[in-house]
């Protein structure tokens, strides 16, 4: 039998020309593939700037160090994402603290969030940086985050790792309306995909020059960023600042570009899929993950198996063993060992560990049939007749 899985990417035709395209070329890396990308993804978000890195996680890591993240600092994100999020604060030496989410869209709460700026600010441990996150491709609440970052004096970083084609208000998701910096994903479970891959957009410029730097070794090539200026010099590049090999190829920005041009069709789809799946579920009364049908790009759908008096791990076996790859997210962050050891305990979001315990992310991607769309559903109804 044919597994069906939760994510899947889409590669046709057109995305593997164009990489032998590249392959054919002068240029692997460094070349005319990687700008032309990220004038494009910040087209498509309606954002000034973007800097592409060889992943998200890369991406956030030089976003944070871009807004000044360093030791003594705080960083705070969602206790329902994956761990790169939370990890992005402890590479730059920063400690990390977890905001507990609404229940109905699993996105962070606001009022949680503020009720704990409150807090902090009277103990003066206030977050340097908060990274909400658009979870399943809905975003959050992204305008109150943006009133609250100015009134407490944070920046804001969006994990959008979910959520490219999404809308919030009347703008793409990554247009930084509400926000100094919007990271995405190409992983191929995510919307589109290079690969791996990821990227950074913002409307900042400062932001955009540190981030570049951060990606490339600290070095720059600009004259007027240079230090260094001798009567005799002969630089044609200067390491100023501490920084990675985050790069890009244009191997995979060629893949992103083809890709992008899809993105629309690849988000249509997977409304349309859950469209199908809420008028269903809705006839079954089946608990779901509330998220809009025209904005979200629904990386994720999910039911919820615990007010349905089944047992989320049962359900979870049943579909799986018939071939139905759903999955789990998210344990959350503070969950993990790792975090465990740095002193986060069981019960301190209890709505995300709510979550985690009664979600199931089902099958949704571009290429997922009607008729697999058919034997979910109906495996669903099987298994809860029994
Ligand atoms: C996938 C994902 C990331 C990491 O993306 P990579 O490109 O694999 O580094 C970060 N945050 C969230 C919410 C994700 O889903």
């Keep these: 039998m044919k597994k069906i899985p939760y994510g899947k990417q889409t590669v046709d035709d057109s995305d593997i020309d164009t990489i032998v ?18 004038r494009e ?15 998200a996680t890369s991406a956030l890591h030089v976003a944070c160090l871009a807004l000044g993240v360093g030791e003594g600092d705080s960083v705070w994100t969602s206790a329902n994402t994956f761990v790169a999020s939370a990890n992005c604060a402890l590479y730059c030496g920063a400690t990390v603290d977890f905001v507990d989410i609404d229940k109905r869209t699993a996105n962070i709460c606001p009022e ?14 206030l977050p340097k940086v908060v990274i909400p996150v658009h979870f399943a491709g809905q975003s959050c609440d992204a305008k109150k985050i943006w009133e609250l970052s100015k009134r407490y004096g944070f920046s804001v970083i969006e994990d959008a790792s979910h959520a490219l084609g999404a809308t919030y208000e009347n703008s793409k998701v990554g247009s930084c309306k ?8 190409f992983h191929p479970v995510k919307i ?36 260094l200026r001798s009567a005799s010099q002969v630089w044609n590049y200067q390491q100023i600042l501490l920084g990675y090999n985050y790069r890009m190829s244009d191997l995979h920005a060629a893949l992103g570009l083809c890709q992008l041009q899809k993105a629309d069709a690849f988000v249509a789809a997977r409304r349309r899929i859950a469209s199908r799946y809420y008028e269903s579920f809705v006839a079954l ?9 025209d904005f979200s790009s629904f990386h994720l759908f ?61 099958p949704i991607y571009f290429e997922l049939s009607d008729v697999e769309q058919s034997y979910v559903l109906d495996l669903i109804r099987a298994g809860l007749d029994t």
């Design 21 to 38: 395209d590249v392959l054919r070329s002068d240029w692997l890396t460094q070349g005319p593939k990687v700008p032309q990308f990220e």
């Design 41 to 55: 993804i910040a087209r498509y978000c309606g954002a000034s700037y973007s800097v592409a890195t060889n992943s």
């Design 112 to 125: 949680k969030l503020e009720e704990k700026l409150r807090v902090a600010e009277v103990a003066g441990k």
């Design 178 to 185: 509400y926000c100094d910096v919007t990271v995405f994903s």
């Design 192 to 227: 589109i995909t290079t690969g791996e891959g990821g990227v950074a957009v913002t409307n900042d410029s400062s932001l955009c020059d540190l981030m570049r730097a951060y990606r490339s070794h600290g070095i720059t090539s600009e004259s007027d960023k240079m230090e």
């Design 285 to 293: 009364s089946i608990p779901t993950l509330v998220q809009d049908l």
């Design 302 to 362: 999910q039911i919820k198996a615990r007010d349905l008096g089944v047992d989320q791990k049962h359900l979870y076996d049943y579909l799986r063993a018939n071939g139905v790859l759903v999955n789990i997210h998210y344990i959350p962050v503070y969950m993990h060992p790792y975090y465990q050891k740095l002193g986060f305990r069981q019960g301190y979001c209890p709505e995300a560990e709510r979550h985690f315990s009664e979600c199931l992310s089902l």
